[in-house]
C-alpha cells in the first residue's frame, strides 16, 4: 500500500493491510516470515514542512538460524510504532549537522509518499532481537567436534591456552 501525500492532504490517511509470508522482502537470505504480518494505522501529512507522520501496530512470527546452536528460532513479534518522515531534498547535503535526540527517530522519503511495505520491513528488522537465540539457556555449538550441545552431550574437551606464554613451557 502506498501512502500518499496527495491523499494525506485531505485527512488521515487509514491502512489496514495483511502481507502474506514472501510479500516483503528482507534482503537475508536466513531470515524468513513464517505468519502474515497484521498491520493497522494511520499515517497523516504535517503541512508545515511535509512531514509525515505514520502510527499503527503490527503483529507476525519470523523465523531465523539460532546464533548459537544454529537451529531454527522462532521470533513473534507484536508491536507499536511512532515514525517520521522528513522529504529527503530537506537534508543538509555536503555540510556537517549536529543531529538532537528529538531527530534521531526521524526518517526521509522521495518523492509523494511512502510505501507500507518499505515501513513495516525496518520495524521487523528494528523489533528482532541483536543476539537471536533459540532460548536462553542454548548451550550451541561444540567448537571441537561442531556437535549442537543441545541435543548430544560430548565428551570434548576444550583446552583454552595463552599462545604468548607457550614459549615459556619448554623451560
Known amino acids: 500500500m502506498f501512502l500518499d501525500?496527495?491523499?494525506m492532504r485531505l485527512g488521515k490517511v487509514r491502512f489496514r493491510e495483511a502481507f502474506p509470508?514472501?510479500?516483503i522482502e528482507f534482503f537475508d537470505p536466513q531470515l524468513r516470515?513464517?505468519?502474515p504480518i497484521e498491520s493497522e494505522g494511520a499515517a497523516e501529512l504535517l503541512?508545515?514542512?511535509l512531514e509525515i507522520r505514520v502510527r499503527g501496530h503490527f503483529t507476525t512470527s519470523m523465523e531465523v538460524a539460532c546464533d548459537r546452536c544454529l537451529e531454527l528460532a522462532s521470533f513473534p513479534i507484536d508491536t507499536d510504532f511512532d515514525l517520521l518522515?522528513?522529504?529527503a531534498a530537506s537534508m543538509p547535503q555536503g555540510e556537517e549537522i549536529e543531529v538532537?535526540?528529538?531527530e534521531t527517530e526521524i526518517g526521509?522519503?522521495?518523492g509523494d509518499g511512502l510505501e507500507l511495505s518499505d515501513v513495516l520491513r525496518e520495524q521487523i528488522l528494528f523489533a528482532l532481537p541483536m543476539q537471536r537465540v533459540c532460548r536462553e539457556d542454548c548451550k550451541g555449538i561444540c567448537p571441537v567436534c561442531g556437535q549442537n550441545r543441545n541435543?548430544?552431550?560430548c565428551a570434548c574437551h576444550l583446552e583454552v591456552g595463552d599462545d604468548r606464554w607457550a614459549g615459556l613451557k619448554d623451560l
Open 108 to 110: 526521509f522519503y522521495q
Open 21 to 23: 509470508p514472501g510479500a
Open 47 to 49: 503541512e508545515a514542512i
Open 33 to 35: 516470515q513464517t505468519a
Open 5 to 7: 501525500i496527495k491523499q
Open 151 to 153: 541435543l548430544v552431550e
Open 100 to 102: 538532537r535526540d528529538a
Open 85 to 87: 518522515y522528513r522529504p
